[in-house]
Each structure stands twice: as structure tokens, then as C-alpha cells.
């Protein structure tokens, strides 16, 4: 058994910041991608950051400069601080872990987090 749990979303002014944070938990042996997706309202779910274990990263070009990603292996946690905030970025923001159960990686999303940001 796998739980992916996000926190930290919430609503906020245009420009300020926001901290995701995810962490998975449950039967574990490794972990490679960890990223984070969002879907607005009546649009798709896209990305916008993923990492893998070497610490490469990639961002969606609206996220470039703005979102940072990291991730903390020893807590099976990875994170998205946010800043310069628009209100285009509100959405539901999903975490998506790509987990090893010793039997090869499959990806677990989590419940998703809404971000609203609006004056």
C-alpha cells in the first residue's frame, strides 16, 4: 500500500508565494521521478515540474524562473515553492511519484491541492 499526501496550497495575492510539499509513504523500496502536475478548470492536467534522483529537473515554460523544485529522498518528500504568482496558476495541484514496490516503478498521484490566486 501507497499514500501520496500534498499540503501547502491555499490562496494568495497575485505575486506573492506558495510552498508545496509532498510526501509518499507505505511499502517502498526506491523512488525515481517525483513531480508535480496542476489542472485548472476545464483544462488538462499538465506539468509543471518533475525531478529525478540525479537532480535533474524540468519545468513547463510558464513555470521557467518562477516555480522551484526539490526533493528530500531520506523523507520521501519533494517540494514546489512558488513564487510571482499569477492567477492563471490557479488549479488543483496533483503530486505524482514514480514508485519501485520490487517489482518495477509505477506512478501514484496524489488527492491534489487547490492554489487559488486572486486579489
Known amino acids: 500500500q501507497v499514500q501520496v499526501v500534498e499540503s501547502g496550497g491555499g490562496a494568495v495575492q497575485p505575486g506573492g508565494s506558495l510552498r508545496l510539499s509532498c510526501v509518499a509513504s507505505?511499502?517502498?523500496?526506491?523512488?525515481?521521478?517525483m513531480g508535480w502536475y496542476r489542472q485548472a478548470p476545464g483544462k488538462q492536467r499538465e506539468l509543471v515540474a518533475d525531478?529525478?534522483?540525479?537532480?535533474?529537473?524540468r519545468y513547463s515554460d510558464d513555470a521557467k524562473g518562477r516555480f522551484t523544485i526539490s526533493r528530500d529522498d531520506a523523507k520521501k518528500s519533494v517540494y514546489l515553492e512558488m513564487n510571482a504568482l499569477k492567477p492563471d496558476d490557479t488549479a488543483v495541484y496533483y503530486c505524482?511519484?514514480?514508485?519501485?514496490?520490487?517489482?518495477?516503478?509505477?506512478?501514484?498521484w496524489g488527492q491534489g491541492t487547490q492554489v487559488t490566486v486572486s486579489s
Open positions: 525531478i529525478i534522483p540525479a537532480g535533474n529537473t
Open positions: 505524482r511519484v514514480e514508485i519501485d514496490q520490487r517489482r518495477g516503478y509505477h506512478g501514484y
Open positions: 507505505g511499502d517502498i523500496f526506491s523512488i525515481y521521478a
